[in-house]
């Protein structure tokens, strides 16, 4: 199986700052990769699928990049609303796998 | 606005089976080629992929778990299903059911319901 390294783990942030999270794949995935946010007894949401491409109705600020086995999300000015928890998958292979998250809090 | 809810027992014992329902909402389970999935996610750790199932019938099982598990589909009722045989303590977990988008040879996850925890204990 592919396995996804997710890093930080956790991050502490303040509203209006620029946050990356970089998701590493064990094995190259081409594009293959999307982006969950995910609030306690909420649904997840998916935010980036296809590396870079931002699903509908998703803000502006969160951004997707990389290909191969590195990749980033980028929220470019963060907002109260963005703190949660964030996980990468690849679905390059037939059981996709995901990263083990990054929790983003208030610093 | 499609929405899925997962619905089932809240505790099993174990060698017991798990069994969740999904309800869809808010559009047909067969309108268009959807595909209908599960995912769980055990106390601390991280996303695992159990299973998709076409709306025609056709099931895709993570190989894991593939000799424990069925996923099948009840256009009628507009929900589709999960059992999961003989389960130990390790089945644990908050299950969610999703919907996949096929890529070139996994799927990812546009749509989600919020959860349900199944604890497997005697």
């Known amino acids: 199986d592919v396995q996804m390294t997710q890093f930080p783990s956790t991050l502490s942030a303040s509203v209006g700052d620029r946050v990356t999270i970089t998701c590493r794949a064990s094995?190259?995935?081409?594009?293959?990769l999307a982006w969950y946010q995910h609030k306690p007894g909420k649904a997840p949401k998916l935010l980036i699928y296809?590396?870079?491409s931002l699903e509908s109705g998703v803000p502006s600020r969160f951004s997707g990049s990389g290909s191969g086995t590195e990749f980033t999300l980028t929220i470019s000015s963060l907002q109260p609303d963005d703190f949660a928890t964030y996980y990468c998958?690849?679905?390059?292979?037939?059981?996709?796998?995901f990263g083990q998250g990054t929790k983003v809090d208030i610093k | 606005q499609l929405q899925l809810q997962e619905s089932g027992p809240g505790l099993v014992k174990p060698s017991e089976t798990l069994s969740l329902t999904c309800t869809v909402s808010?559009?047909?389970?067969?309108?268009?080629?959807?595909?209908w999935g599960w995912i769980r996610q055990p106390p601390g750790k991280g996303l695992e992929w159990i299973g998709n199932?076409?709306?025609?019938?056709?099931?895709y099982y993570t190989p894991s778990l593939e000799s424990r598990v069925t996923i099948s589909i009840d256009t009628s009722k507009n929900q589709f299903s999960l059992k999961l045989y003989s389960v130990t303590a390790a089945d644990t977990a908050v299950y969610y059911c999703?919907?996949?988008?096929?890529?070139?040879?996994?799927?990812?996850?546009?749509?989600w319901g919020r959860g349900t925890l199944v604890t497997v204990s005697s």
């Open positions: 999703a919907s996949p988008v096929r890529g070139v040879r996994g799927w990812f996850f546009d749509l």
């Open positions: 808010g559009g047909s389970i067969s309108s268009r080629s959807y595909f």
């Open positions: 199932i076409h709306y025609s019938g056709t099931p």
């Open positions: 094995q190259s995935i081409s594009t293959w």
């Open positions: 296809r590396a870079s």
């Open positions: 998958q690849q679905y390059n292979s037939y059981s996709g796998t």
